[in-house]
């Protein structure tokens, strides 16, 4: 890994730069090979090697766009973030080096190939027919020029969300309902000789608020701010890439985008993604109506009135769980401190697959909260096989979701050994301070778990190609594995082991867990329909028969969430899942049916029985995306997969 501490705006430019230089003699070195010496080792497998350098320097160099503090050097990683992508975009449309895989795709020894082998040279032959190689010259010139142009667009709209600050200034009787800690957590602002607390839209922040907030006029302000994070301007940003989208799918001979992207997805036609929503929306809308019912009900013992606008969800939500289950998510995390979640999340996934994480103190990081950790398989090995990096706390221009980022992808290198992979989780949880350790919410600790599925994923990988290795699979398969681990964090024998008040170290009670999972699906029919109206509208902005206007869209759709169109918003214009999940955001969805189905193996078997997680490692996470990832559920349960878990997971009847 290179030394972050030292990493200065001017090294980050000349690393990627000599990164591209690298990668261009690499290329060089696969054209010139006469045609009679051409084989599959000196073409897909040096171009494996070429590849590996850009993607290296993204991982590293770039990734500084994400967590850099030093505002110089997160703009010039920004900047170069965006040139690795375009040097990528313009590499895949070579005519050279497509001459080159074409030729080695034609020799005896490629049609020999079977298992990742083959389905590596498969996927190289019908990603240039992607790009337009069996189009004119012209044409497939636009085709690159756009892609291109994606790439610039894609950069703009992430940077104005990135950057995006704002907030609301009140008064501290405005803050009821919030515990002290929480509010003494905030940023102070002295105005007319009074103090006041700024809540910012960071997720610590922004969720309590409006779960726990009682003023329907100050959560009202906050959805608000919140629907129009990025900015006006970033709606005409996404508007021209859908443009640009549906320019290229044409050009391609595809109806639209969404028949492009799902080409490539476990879905494979526009029709069964269709299907999937509408099939699953009647579902939905029976819990929701059940749902808004009673929290109707909360609200008219609350205030005298039942009807439900979609800032008051959260709050009354949460007014349930206190009122008619005793679960109040603040009393909840007092069991949660940060530091035993990690514990259990390390009990949990080592136990079951086999492995052992250790502290690595001497790692390079890029501050001075991110800790690192080595993986060894757990059967006494010395040398470990991969490492990963936790930056969990928010910072000013941090990335202000939660994610995972590969920095180093596995593959296995020419002379046999195996590159060790290396990612790092990166989060926004309260940070904890002199006075108070970091205490999650339980939702928090689900993102703990989810985002640490797609570490496990990444850095567990056996794949033998970059193509395939770690979450490298289809984009609604990636997420089934994390959405799996959630469930750990339901297991009574599991919290058990793990959960401790942070004053008393007692664990948390069963009444509680009793009532935390009775209440589990409250308002599971509304929160669902609210992914539905994500997936559906995304879907709908690059489907055939969208006419330009995304308000247009977005208002005709919104019904969907059970709510009306909250007047003056515009949500699209801060959603990043719309580049990088365009026409793919019903993935979340879709593959929640397989992660689901997946865990009933571990009700069956055991939640941490060791036999049935090796086999998961085996089968899942180690093969990447390798085999198809229908037929990594078939194989993992023995059985064709079905909806039955995910529609019980919602509180549906089977």
């Not at 990627?16 to 006469?34: G, L, N, Y």
């Not at 990734?63 to 030093?70: H, L």
């Not at 006029?217 to 301007?233: L, T, Y």
């Not at 759709?557 to 899942?577: Q, S």
């Amino acid at each position: 890994m290179i030394d972050f501490n030292k990493l200065t705006p001017e090294i980050v430019a000349s690393e990627c730069e000599a990164a591209m230089r690298a990668c261009d003699d690499a290329i060089a070195a696969i054209v010139a090979t006469p045609t009679a010496d051409r084989t599959f080792g000196n073409t897909f497998v040096a171009l494996e090697s070429a590849m590996d350098i850009i993607q290296q320097a993204s991982g590293q160099y770039a990734f500084m766009a994400y967590v850099a503090s030093d505002d110089a050097l997160r703009e010039t990683a920004r900047e170069w973030d965006e040139k690795l992508s375009q040097y990528a975009v313009q590499l895949g449309f070579r005519e050279d080096l497509y001459a080159a895989v074409k030729e080695a795709a034609a020799t005896p020894e490629a049609a020999a190939l079977t298992g990742e082998e083959r389905r590596l040279v498969d996927n190289a032959l019908r990603d240039y027919r992607r790009s337009g190689f069996e189009l004119p010259k012209d044409q497939r010139d636009r085709v690159q020029e756009s892609m291109g142009q994606l790439v610039t667009l894609g950069t703009e709209f992430r940077k104005a969300i990135d950057t995006w600050d704002d907030g609301i200034v009140v008064d501290r009787e405005d803050l009821a309902g919030m515990p002290d800690r929480w509010i003494e957590g905030l940023k102070t602002v002295e105005e007319g000789g009074a103090t006041k607390y700024r809540v910012s839209l960071d997720y610590p922040e922004l969720m309590p608020f409006m779960d726990n907030a009682e003023s329907g006029k100050w959560r009202r302000e906050m959805f608000i701010k919140n629907q129009n994070k990025g900015g006006e301007p970033n709606v005409a940003v996404l508007e021209n890439a859908i443009k640009v989208r549906n320019e290229i799918a044409t050009l391609l001979g595809y109806d639209s985008w969404a028949a492009y992207v799902v080409e490539k997805r476990m879905a494979k036609t526009r029709d069964a993604v269709d299907g999937f929503l509408r099939e699953l929306q009647p579902k939905l809308e029976a819990k929701g109506l059940i749902d808004m019912a009673r929290l109707g009900e909360a609200k008219q013992r609350h205030v005298g009135e039942k009807n439900i606008e979609i800032w008051d969800w959260w709050y009354y939500t949460h007014q349930l769980l206190k009122n008619d289950y005793a679960v109040d998510d603040f009393e909840v995390a007092d069991f949660f401190p940060l530091e035993a979640c990690i514990e259990g999340l390390f009990l949990v996934t080592q136990e079951l697959l086999g492995i052992r994480y250790e502290p690595a103190p001497d790692a390079p990081r890029w501050h001075e909260d991110v800790t690192a950790y080595d993986i060894f398989d757990a059967d006494g090995s010395t040398e470990p096989f991969a490492r990963f990096y936790m930056d969990l706390y928010p910072r000013p221009n941090k990335f202000g979701h939660a994610a995972a980022f590969t920095l180093v992808g596995g593959r296995r290198l020419p002379d046999g050994t195996y590159q060790h992979p290396t990612s790092s989780i990166v989060a926004n949880f309260t940070k904890p301070s002199a006075d108070a350790p970091s205490l999650l919410r339980h939702s928090e600790v689900v993102t703990l778990f989810h985002e640490f599925g797609h570490i496990l994923h990444q850095t567990l990988t056996r794949s033998n190609y970059l193509e395939f290795s770690g979450s490298s699979t289809e984009r609604d398969f990636v997420e089934a594995p994390s959405q799996m681990l959630e469930h750990w964090v339901w297991d009574r024998d599991v919290l058990r082991r793990f959960t401790r008040h942070h004053q008393t170290g007692e664990p948390l009670p069963d009444a509680l867990l009793d009532a935390m999972i009775a209440a589990k699906n409250v308002s599971s029919g509304i929160a669902n329909l609210r992914q539905l109206f994500f997936a559906r509208l995304d879907f709908a902005f690059h489907s055939p028969g969208f006419d330009g206007d995304t308000m247009s869209t977005l208002k005709d759709l919104y019904p969907v969430t059970g709510f009306p169109y909250p007047v003056d918003t515009h949500f699209h214009g801060g959603f990043g899942h719309l580049f990088g999940y365009d026409a793919g955001y019903y993935g979340y969805l879709w593959s929640r049916v397989f992660g689901d189905d997946m865990f009933t193996r571990f009700e069956k078997e055991g939640v941490l029985d060791r036999e049935t997680g090796m086999d998961y490692r085996r089968t899942i996470l180690e093969r990447g995306g390798s085999v198809d990832g229908d037929v990594l559920v078939r194989d993992f349960l023995g059985r064709e997969p079905n909806s039955d878990a995910f529609l019980r997971e919602l509180g549906l009847e089977v």
